[in-house]
Nanobody, 121 residues
């Protein structure tokens, strides 16, 4: 099977930076889109950024110009570089990937375990 493992969360002051990583492993045939979502208690999970297998990116308006999503296809890893962090960026961040599993001909979505990002003012 497939699993996504996240790392890089933590506590930073407003204006600081963090870099999140998410590595996929297991019976992977190929990976389509990869993305980062975030969620705060009582609110819906929201899409932060996504990147296609070819490197095309999309960002939520709230993070444009501050966050950068990238991927290393050789490592099956997606990154989220977060700069100029604001208190409103505080959330649990989840990585997501659409993956073609070995011996399956239809892609499936997989989620990371989540990593806490806290921004102090």
């Amino acid at each position: 099977q497939v699993q996504l493992v996240e790392s890089g969360g933590g506590l930073v002051q407003a204006g600081g930076s963090l870099r999140l990583s998410c590595a996929a492993s297991g019976r992977i045939f190929s990976i389509n889109d990869m993305a980062w979502y975030r969620q705060v208690p009582g609110k819906q999970r929201e899409l932060v950024a996504r990147i296609s297998s070819g490197g095309r990116t999309n960002y939520a308006d709230s993070v444009k110009g501050r966050f950068t999503i990238s991927r290393d296809n050789a490592k099956n890893t997606v990154y989220l570089q977060m700069n100029s962090l604001k208190p409103e960026d505080r959330a649990v961040y989840y990585c997501n990937a659409e993956i073609r599993v070995v011996d399956a001909n239809w892609p499936a979505n997989f989620w990371g375990q989540g990593t806490q990002v806290t921004v102090s003012s």
